[in-house]
């Protein structure tokens, strides 16, 4: 693993060829080079920000759609339906928490209810378990829905996941079995060179036999620069509030609204960490960094939720924020095997349900690309992680012999998400870097919670220092530039 690659003094005497070169670090970008690291081959991640899942990956719902929206025929239909059935066989293999809570897309008027036969009837031709349930079932199995709820399409197979863990692993995964990373590290030029692609970054220039664009809603810019043609992306944002774990039994599954043209809508959910999830808004926007916050649109998203769940206690909300998703001009998936470009792969268009399709989705793409350089399977590899130790997980007897022998996890870091030391020198410990405070606080939920790192945030910078070697004063909160404390505030009495 590099931070950066080869310094621009160094490229004159030495120019890196790979087989693969992947840009980006999503959920896409991630699975992909693990599914590629089980093959023989030299396979570079490219990714620009300060760790992976920063994108669309670490801003979404984190639900795992059962597969009733999408069209029939259509690529986010198959992927989708297929992708949902990994989930449980990947999640046991890279120790990601995911539940099997169902979801209620519900109905308030006869319009709505019509809806719903439309909705079932999609779900019945892409393969996916679902009824039409009305009251007094409906009550019963979500006491907290609003009483004026008429009718709901239950889909049993929906799931959460832990979006955050799903990338980190998935890349954590890749680099044990070979596979390179660079962060901060931004492709800036791609180019045709003997048959080979020239790949430039904001800190140094590679040679590749294939390229695999999954830089989300940046695909279109570098696909231009091979002259290939665009395909009418467009950034969508969502917004959303987090509220805190205030009451693991309020709502029991995923609630929607009836679908529009604009998406799914307005959804409320549990997240697998306990806590609950209300958004995200769906406006298209001029840039995919874009992710600000404003006060109309949570207002809206707040009425919105209201009316799925009117005892919403927006009280106990404890943060807002915003990702954005890549659209295409289709409205469907874009699996891209350039036929001007041989060896250059793009899967483009990837918004909702990207999440729940990109195992089947990363599984279809990287045949392409292993048939296309002939690579073999490697004699041996890991195919998961190793999972983490979790005290709050066993029952009271493992708890108190653990603890006995592991006291680092008996020292608290972060109160409000209980997570000790033990648990944070672990992720430090692992292959993949955490380069920031949003990096640890992704893979451990220190900062997470409702003091949102005020309190804990002083705890973790010296251990991230120690990790990296540079002072506290150093430490990022996220992007170049964010150091957290810019001047020493404590000096120990003489
Ligand atoms: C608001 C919202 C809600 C959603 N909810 C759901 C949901 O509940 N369920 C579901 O299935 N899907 C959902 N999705 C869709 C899902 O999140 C995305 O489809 C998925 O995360 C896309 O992953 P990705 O790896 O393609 O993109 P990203 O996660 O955006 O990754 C692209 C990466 O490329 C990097 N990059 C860009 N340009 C360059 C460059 N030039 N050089 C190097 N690196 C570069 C970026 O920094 C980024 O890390 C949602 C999306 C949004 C935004």
Redesign the pocket.
């Given at each position: 693993m590099f931070i950066g690659g080869p310094s621009r003094g160094l490229f004159l005497l030495y120019l890196a060829v790979f087989d693969v070169i992947v840009?980006?670090?999503?959920?896409?970008?991630?699975l992909l080079s693990r599914d590629l690291s089980f093959y023989q081959g030299r396979v570079l991640l490219?990714?620009?920000?300060s760790d992976?899942?920063?994108?669309?990956?670490?801003?979404?719902?984190?639900?795992?759609?059962s597969g009733y929206d999408p069209l029939p025929g259509t690529k986010k239909a198959l992927y989708?339906v297929r992708?949902n059935a990994m989930y449980p066989g990947l999640c046991r293999l890279l120790d990601v928490d995911l539940k099997k809570i169902g979801s209620l897309t519900v109905s308030f008027d006869e319009e709505g209810n019509k809806k719903l036969e439309e909705l079932k009837k999609r779900a019945d031709t892409n393969g996916v378990e679902a009824r039409i349930i009305g009251q007094p079932e409906l009550a019963s199995l979500e006491p907290s829905l609003s009483d004026k709820a008429l009718e709901a399409l239950y889909c049993p197979s929906a799931y959460i996941v832990d979006?955050f863990t799903l990338?980190a692993h998935a890349m954590e995964n890749a680099i044990d079995n070979g596979v390179e990373l660079h962060l901060l590290?931004?492709?800036?030029h791609l180019e045709k060179k003997d048959g080979h692609y020239l790949v430039r970054?904001n800190n140094g220039e590679y040679e590749s036999r294939a390229v695999v664009l999954?830089?989300?809603?940046?695909?279109e810019?570098?696909l231009k620069e091979l002259g290939e043609e665009g395909y009418g992306g467009k950034a969508?944002?969502?917004?959303?509030y987090v509220f805190d774990h205030f009451n693991p039994d309020f709502l029991k599954h995923v609630l929607f609204p009836i679908p529009t043209s604009k998406g799914?809508g307005v959804?409320v959910t549990p997240t697998t960490s306990g806590n609950y999830l209300v958004?995200?808004s769906?406006e298209f926007t001029s840039d995919?960094e874009e992710v600000s916050t404003d006060e109309l649109t949570l207002k809206e998203v707040k009425r919105m939720a209201q009316e799925l769940v009117p005892s919403l206690p927006f009280n106990e909300q404890i943060r807002v924020y915003?990702?954005?998703?890549?659209t295409s001009e289709k409205g469907d998936f874009i699996i891209g095997i350039s036929k001007e470009n041989p060896g250059l792969f793009h899967?483009s268009g990837?918004?909702?349900?990207?999440?729940?399709?990109?195992p089947a989705l990363c599984e279809d793409l990287v045949k392409e690309i292993v048939s296309y350089l002939d690579l073999k399977k490697k004699d041996s590899y890991q195919k998961g992680v190793k999972p983490y130790c979790r005290p709050l997980k066993m029952s009271q007897e493992e708890r108190e012999k653990f603890y006995l022998e592991h006291p680092k996890y008996t020292k608290i870091v972060c109160a409000c998400e209980k997570v000790s030391l033990g648990e944070v020198e672990d992720v430090l410990s692992r292959s993949l870097p955490c380069l920031s405070l949003k990096a640890l606080k992704k893979r451990t939920r220190a900062g997470f919670g409702k003091c949102q790192g005020g309190f804990c945030g002083p705890n973790l910078m010296p251990l991230i220092a120690k990790k990296l070697g540079i002072k506290e004063g150093e430490v990022l909160y996220d992007k170049a530039g964010s150091q957290v404390s810019v001047m020493e505030v404590r000096k120990d009495e003489d």
């Open positions: 840009v980006g670090g999503g959920i896409y970008g991630a490219l990714e620009k920000e992976v899942g920063n994108g669309a990956s670490g801003a979404n719902s984190a639900i795992i759609h989708n992708g979006p990338t590290e931004e492709v800036v970054t999954l830089a989300g809603g940046h695909n810019v570098l969508r944002k969502g917004e959303y799914k959804l958004g995200p769906s995919y915003a990702g954005t998703r890549a899967l990837i918004d909702s349900p990207g999440l729940a399709s990109a």
